[in-house]
Structures are given as structure tokens and as C-alpha cells.
Nanobody
Framework: QVQLVESGGGLVQSGGSLRLSCTAS????????LGWFRQAPGKEREAVSC????????HYADFVKGRFTMSKNNAKNTVSLYLNGLRPEDTAIYYC???????????????WGQGTQVTVSS
């Protein structure tokens, strides 16, 4: 069975950094396009970044561009999100998601993790 498990969230001060990881089981991430999403209280879920399986191209939302970096480690079957220069508005539950499609931008993601909480204090 497919399972995605996020880890690495926590409480950090404004300007700090975190590394989120998503570990997959039941699927081989090499063949999946992957996305990071987040949802803050009272807000809709929004896309943060994604990586396409076909060529490894990454995409970032404007609000994180230049601060966050996404990477995939096929050997470890994990995907990470490096969050730098964190701001209070980055506070949210962060989710990883996967889909067996070559492009990530508009993919209908099939598999989702349980989320990990990121809280940024001012």
C-alpha cells in the first residue's frame, strides 16, 4: 500500500530554516511527479513547489521562490523541501503529494501524506 510520511516540521523563529522530508513506501518516487503543498488555518490548500518526473524540473510558487528549495533523492525514495528565510506567514501544515504522471504543475495528485506542522514565530 502507498504511504507518504512527512517529517521535519517544528517551531522556528522568523528568518530561520527547516528541512522537511517526505518518505515514500509502496511506490517508487523515481516515476512520480511530486508536490509540496501547505494549508494554513482558515485558508485553502496552496501549492508550494513541485518536481516533474519526466525531467526533474522544479517549480515554485511566487511566495516561496528564492527561499525554498525542493529536491528528490531517488536512492532514498524521499523528497525534501528546504525552507529558508521563514516568515510567520509560512506557518501552515505542509503536505507532500505524488502522482504517476510526467508533469507536476497541473497534475491531479493521487497520494498524500499526513502533513507536518511548520510554525514560524515573529
Amino acid at each position: 500500500q502507498v504511504q507518504l510520511v512527512e517529517s521535519g516540521g517544528g517551531l522556528v523563529q522568523s528568518g530561520g530554516s527547516l528541512r522537511l522530508s517526505c518518505t515514500a513506501s509502496g511506490l517508487t518516487l523515481r516515476y512520480y511527479s511530486l508536490g509540496w503543498f501547505r494549508q494554513a488555518p482558515g485558508k485553502e490548500r496552496e501549492a508550494v513547489s513541485c518536481i516533474s518526473s519526466i525531467d526533474g524540473t522544479t517549480h515554485y510558487a511566487d511566495f516561496v521562490k528564492g527561499r525554498f528549495t525542493m529536491s528528490k533523492n531517488n536512492a532514498k525514495n524521499t523528497v525534501s523541501l528546504y525552507l529558508n528565510g521563514l516568515r510567520p506567514e509560512d506557518t501552515a501544515i505542509y503536505y507532500c503529494a505524488a502522482v504517476d504522471l510526467p508533469h507536476c504543475l497541473v497534475a491531479p495528485y493521487e497520494y498524500w501524506g499526513q502533513g507536518t506542522q511548520v510554525t514560524v514565530s515573529s
